[in-house]
C-alpha cells in the first residue's frame, strides 16, 4: 500500500491562505487618536437634521439633541440609548462609538402621522481597512507568485 505524498505547493498554498484568513479576521488596533465630535442634531417634521452622521471608531460622539416643533424621541440602534427631548429644551447624549458598522437611529416617541419615517444613520467606519487589503493582497502575491515559481521549476 502506498501513502500518497501532498504537493509541497499545496502545502505552501495552504499557508498562504491560512495567513489571509488571519490577518482578515483580526480585529487590529483601535483608534490610536481618537477625536470628540460635537453633533447638533434637529428633530423636527418628522426628520433628524443632519440624518447622517459619520465618525471613526473609538471616537466619542457628543450630540446636542433639540426639537422645534413637539415632543420627540431619539434611540440609537446598537447602543444602549433612548432618550426624549421637549421643544425649547436641548437634550445632551454622550457615548464612544466603539463598534464600527451602520447603526439607525428613530424617533422613539409617537410624534405624528409620519413617526415611521423618522430615521437617520450612524456610520462608524473602521480605522484600518485599507492597510489590511494592502496587506492581504501583498501576502496574496507573493504566495501565487512562490506557486508559480515552484510550478516552472517542476515543469523545467
Not at 10 to 18: D, G
Not at 127 to 146: D, H, Q, R, S
Request: hydrophobic letters at 45%; proline letters at 6%; glycine letters at 8%.
Amino acid at each position: 500500500m502506498q501513502i500518497s505524498r501532498i504537493p509541497h505547493r499545496y502545502i505552501v498554498a495552504l499557508l498562504v491562505l491560512c495567513v489571509m484568513a488571519a490577518i482578515f479576521w483580526w480585529p487590529g488596533p483601535t483608534n490610536a487618536n481618537p477625536m470628540t465630535h460635537e453633533i447638533s442634531i434637529n428633530a423636527a417634521d418628522f426628520a433628524y437634521r443632519p440624518g447622517r452622521i459619520e465618525v471613526h471608531q473609538g471616537d466619542q460622539v457628543v450630540i446636542t439633541l433639540t426639537s422645534s416643533d413637539v415632543v420627540h424621541g431619539f434611540a440609537l440602534d446598537g447602543h444602549d440609548i433612548k432618550t426624549r427631548v421637549t421643544p425649547g429644551i436641548s437634550e445632551r447624549i454622550v457615548f464612544t462609538a466603539n463598534d464600527a458598522g451602520k447603526f439607525r437611529f428613530r424617533c422613539s416617541v409617537s410624534c405624528g402621522s409620519l413617526h415611521p419615517f423618522m430615521i437617520g444613520e450612524l456610520i462608524v467606519t473602521p480605522n484600518n481597512p485599507f492597510w489590511k487589503a494592502a496587506v492581504i493582497t501583498l501576502i496574496g502575491v507573493i504566495g501565487m507568485v512562490g506557486y508559480l515559481w515552484n510550478t516552472e521549476k517542476e515543469i523545467a
